[in-house]
C-alpha cells in the first residue's frame, strides 16, 4: 500500500473515531439532562446574592486604572485573537 493511501486510511479513521465520541458526549448530555429535567434548582446560598456591579472596586484603585489605561488597547486585541 502507498503511503498516500495509507495517510488517507489514518484521517478516515480518526474523522470516524472523532464522530463515535462526540455522539457518545451528546447522548450522555441528553441523558443527564432528562434525568434532572424540572428538579434541578439554584443553590440556597447563590440566590440572595445581589449584583453590586464592580467587584474589583475599579473606581478607588487608582493602580488598576493606570494598568487598564496603558494595557486595555494590548488587552483587547489579545481577548479578539483568542475569539477568532
Known amino acids: 500500500m502507498e503511503r498516500r493511501d495509507f495517510?488517507?486510511?489514518v484521517k478516515v479513521q480518526?474523522?470516524?473515531?472523532?464522530?463515535?465520541?462526540?455522539?457518545?458526549?451528546?447522548?450522555?448530555r441528553a441523558e443527564a439532562a432528562s434525568m434532572l429535567k424540572g428538579r434541578k434548582e439554584r443553590r440556597r446560598e447563590s440566590v440572595e446574592i445581589k449584583w453590586d456591579g464592580d467587584y474589583i472596586n475599579y473606581e478607588e484603585n487608582t493602580?488598576?486604572?493606570?494598568?487598564?489605561?496603558?494595557?486595555?488597547?494590548?488587552?483587547?486585541?489579545?481577548?479578539a485573537f483568542i475569539l477568532l
Not at 480518526?14 to 457518545?24: D, G, Q, T
Open 7 to 9: 495517510d488517507c486510511i
Open 63 to 79: 493602580e488598576l486604572q493606570t494598568v487598564m489605561d496603558t494595557y486595555s488597547f494590548v488587552l483587547f486585541i489579545y481577548l
Open 14 to 28: 480518526k474523522a470516524w473515531r472523532l464522530y463515535n465520541h462526540k455522539r457518545k458526549m451528546l447522548e450522555q
